[in-house]
């Protein structure tokens, strides 16, 4: 579902919101995965709302390392 009208001022929002989760990721000796960072970029170029892209992030890792439980979820 892309989100319309996107201005630049959203855009630019949520590449900084990328390059922060990425950076706390890296921080604790992680990297997200080729196929994460496709979503990211989806999610910062306005195609994907944050509920799609976490739940696009939660379906990636489940198929890669099984499913999580989180307990305040």
Same mark, same amino acid.
């Given at each position: 579902?892309?989100?319309?009208?996107?201005?630049?001022?959203?855009?630019?929002?949520?590449?900084?919101?990328?390059?922060?989760?990425?950076?706390?990721?890296?921080?604790?000796?992680?990297?997200?995965?080729?196929?994460? #960072?496709?979503?990211?970029? #989806?999610?910062?170029?306005?195609?994907?709302?944050?509920?799609?892209?976490?739940?696009?992030? #939660?379906?990636?890792?489940? #198929?890669?390392?099984?499913?999580?439980?989180?307990?305040?979820?």
């Amino acid at each position: 579902m892309a989100i319309k009208p996107f201005t630049d001022d959203e855009r630019t929002e949520r590449q900084a919101r990328v390059v922060r989760a990425v950076a706390s990721v890296r921080l604790e000796g992680l990297e997200p995965t080729v196929a994460a #960072r496709a979503v990211f970029d #989806r999610y910062a170029a306005g195609d994907l709302t944050s509920q799609e892209m976490i739940a696009q992030i #939660r379906a990636l890792n489940a #198929r890669e390392f099984g499913p999580v439980h989180v307990p305040w979820d």
